[in-house]
């Protein structure tokens, strides 16, 4: 049972480039979600899935962009990458316990 | 708006002791409350989830306790090990809202050989 898995784990861009960030959960969630973690910030919701087909903003979805591509899979887009993008990305999900499942988080940096 | 605080921020103790994690959230309407680890440079382990009628949760050496009056809880971690260093993160889920989950800061503890 991989659980969430992310890819990739790390990734360098330099301002401008996009870039699309891959998840997927094999646990039969409806529920996904993609958070940002900064130092002294700690976790920001991005954007979230409550069931295949929707998504809606969290606190900070400006620059991004998801797809609810099936049950199984979110993705993450960076249509035009910032340094103020540079963080640790974490994509996560949960099912009708509403416990949360987080993956191993992507590294990006823009340069 | 739910606030969820962690204190302290940081903990340093010697190996073998038993210690007690704090989380307080404002809003006592949660669903349930879940407990963290993250190892540096790691993602998000579940620890414990109480929920919102039960009072307390088991695993192994951790025990997590759940007072939704009194907007607390607590994570107590007996006998502790250097493998327990780590930073601790609380979240809740609020009872008429299951899109946003709301994070505490996080207890960095350091065990010490």
């Known amino acids: 049972n991989a659980g969430v898995t992310q890819t990739p784990k790390f990734q360098v861009l330099k301002t401008g480039q996009s870039m699309t960030l891959q998840c997927a959960q094999d646990m039969n969630h409806n529920s996904m979600y993609w958070y940002r973690q900064d130092p002294g910030m700690g976790l920001r919701l991005i954007y979230y899935s409550a069931s295949e087909g929707t998504t809606d903003k969290g606190e900070v979805p400006n620059g991004y962009n998801v797809s609810r591509l099936n049950k199984r899979e979110f993705s993450l887009r960076l249509e035009s990458a910032a340094p103020s993008q540079t963080s640790v990305y974490f994509c996560?999900?949960?099912?009708?316990?509403?416990?949360?499942?987080f993956g191993p988080g992507t590294r990006l940096t823009v340069l | 708006k739910q606030e969820v605080t962690q204190i302290p921020a940081a903990l340093s103790v010697p190996e073998g002791e038993n210690l007690v994690l704090n989380c307080s959230f404002t809003?006592?309407?949660?669903?349930?409350l879940q407990w963290f680890r993250q190892d540096p440079g790691k993602g998000l382990t579940s620890l414990l989830l109480i929920q919102s009628s039960q009072r307390e949760q088991t695993s192994g050496r951790l025990n997590a306790s759940l007072d939704k009056s009194s907007g607390r809880s607590t994570l107590y971690i007996a006998a502790s090990q250097p493998g327990d260093s780590a930073t601790y993160l609380c979240?809740?889920?609020?009872?008429?809202?299951?899109?946003?989950?709301?994070f505490g800061s996080g207890t960095k503890l350091n065990v010490k050989p």
């Open positions: 979240a809740v889920i609020l009872a008429y809202n299951f899109n946003k989950f709301y």
């Open positions: 809003d006592s309407a949660i669903y349930n």
């Open positions: 996560a999900s949960s099912g009708l316990t509403a416990e949360q499942f």
